[in-house]
């Protein structure tokens, strides 16, 4: 891959990381702002389900910056786009599709086919 190219992806992912943190801070803000008691245990559960769901989709994100920053590293240590499995490179346009990824198409595909059979088993 040229380094035009990985310049790209490195813009791509610290973007993300951007959004991510923006997103981070509103939900902190947002957190801080909530009433603690609520005189209706109905309106009191709402807002806990509503607090675990955004919770739990912060949780995703943590995951997803994990995987940014791990990509912007495989890009400095030169294996951003070789495949872990098989070595083979993985193609430009899956990595536009899903930047953080260390499978190529085909072993991301067995994977989750070996995946079914175990669940389906």
């Not at 923006?22 to 607090?51: K, Q």
């Not at 995951?63 to 872990?84: M, S």
């Amino acid at each position: 891959m040229d380094q035009r190219t990985l310049e790209r992806f490195r813009d791509q992912l610290n973007g993300m990381l951007a959004d991510l943190e923006v997103e981070v801070s509103s939900t902190v803000e947002g957190m801080r702002g909530e009433p603690a008691a609520f005189p209706d245990p109905a309106d009191r559960a709402t807002v806990e389900s509503d607090r675990n769901l955004v919770l739990r989709i912060r949780d995703r994100e943590r995951k997803l910056r994990n995987k940014i920053e791990e990509a912007l590293a495989r890009i400095e240590d030169g294996t951003f786009g070789v495949c872990e499995v098989c070595g083979e490179e993985i193609s430009e346009h899956r990595l536009q599709a899903r930047p953080v990824t260390t499978l190529c198409i085909n072993c991301k595909s067995d994977q989750e086919e070996e995946e079914l059979r175990h669940s389906a088993g």
